[in-house]
């Protein structure tokens, strides 16, 4: 038997031949027991080149029948989430994982369904997005699954990694006032997102756009933030009325709204009006002119929210319903102009 073919049939027994050494010294070398255990130093170097030489991988549930673990963590995927955001954290998140050596599975949920919120195998660990209701939490909750939480809460038995929204308002209104803005509006026009709950974040920059106005001394803004103001109407009210030089628009989504609508009613952005936006998502910054905005690092809150999870899996940190804001990123372009 050649080379090449054993490499197809590698198998731990054929390790040890080659190695000659017994089955169950090259299981220990390769999952890497070693609580009771020694081997030569020269044996364990020839049957590690041995498992790269014949590519020899692991059979992943043999292993979790043996420690009673699965090696799996469930990702559970929002039908309905942030594409721009949700997926690099979720990419992230998972490339981290796989580094360590567990397997990532996808569950697609939906957020107006909670009961979606389950599994017919075990885990060991979750990932979940942008949770808005306690119900949804209750399959990792009731089974004492470790998870971490991203864009959204968790309970007692997980971590939420989260974006700073205080400090990210304070940076979009602080760069405004720098440039002479006193009279700085909100925009967000919301409506119900995710069936009868809203996202914690329609809330939370509402009260820190409020926050900042108080602590900036700014000219107050009429209270139409949030209800259902379409774009036109936000600008009649914003621009004509209360003449506000600038505003903050609730995500990427709003602020092209608002930008068309300013176009239809011969609103020179930034001559006239200063549009700034959370979320750096596509096009912002294909737009004429490109939007200023706060970048939400997707990248790194799922490469954190990987590691948490992995300390947890390893003992080395307990869940709490710890959460941990992690800030963006202002990026300045021409949407905005000095007075």
């Known amino acids: ?178 440039l002479g803005h006193c009279r700085i509006a909100y925009y967000a026009g919301h409506k119900r997102v995710y069936g009868p709950a809203l996202h914690y974040s329609v809330a939370a920059r509402e009260a820190h756009y409020q926050e900042n106005v108080e602590r900036l001394g700014l000219i107050h803004a009429s209270a139409h933030w949030n209800r259902q103001i379409s774009p036109e109407e936000f600008l009649q009210q914003a621009f004509h009325r209360e003449k506000m030089t600038a505003v903050i628009c609730y995500d990427h989504a709003k602020a092209l709204k608002l930008i068309h609508a300013a176009w239809k009613l011969g609103i020179r952005i930034p001559e006239e009006l200063s549009v700034c936006s959370f979320n750096d998502a596509y096009p912002l910054d294909l737009l004429t002119p490109p939007v200023t905005c706060i970048a939400t690092p997707g990248r790194e809150m799922g490469a954190l929210a990987a590691r948490l999870l992995l300390e947890t899996l390893d003992g080395k940190r307990q869940d709490s319903g710890e959460i941990i804001p992690v800030q963006g990123e202002l990026i300045v372009r021409e949407s905005v102009r000095a007075l």
Do not use: W
């Not at 050494?21 to 041995?50: D, H, M, N, Q």
């Not at 038995?157 to 940076?171: C, F, I, L, Q, Y």
């Open 1 to 178: 038997m050649t080379r090449q073919s054993r490499a197809k049939k590698a198998s731990i027994g054929l390790i040890a031949r080659e190695a000659g050494c017994s089955p169950s010294t090259v299981s220990r070398v390769l999952g890497g027991y070693t609580k009771g255990f020694s081997v030569r130093p020269e044996l364990e170097a020839k049957i590690l080149e041995l498992s790269r030489e014949f590519d020899y991988k692991p059979n992943p549930y043999l292993r979790s029948m043996r420690t009673n673990k699965t090696r799996i963590i469930a990702v559970f995927d929002p039908l309905a989430g942030d594409g721009g955001v949700v997926q690099s954290a979720k990419q992230e998140f998972i490339a981290k994982i796989r580094e360590a050596d567990y397997i990532d599975a996808g569950k697609y949920v939906d957020l107006e369904q909670p009961g979606s919120y389950t599994l017919s195998f075990p885990v060991d660990g979750a990932l979940l997005f942008d949770i808005v209701d306690g119900v949804c939490l209750n399959f990792v909750e009731e089974n004492r699954i470790p998870y971490v939480t991203v864009n959204g809460y968790c309970r007692g038995h997980g971590t939420s990694v989260m974006p700073d929204e205080a400090a990210n308002m304070r940076k979009l209104t602080d760069y405004l006032y720098s």
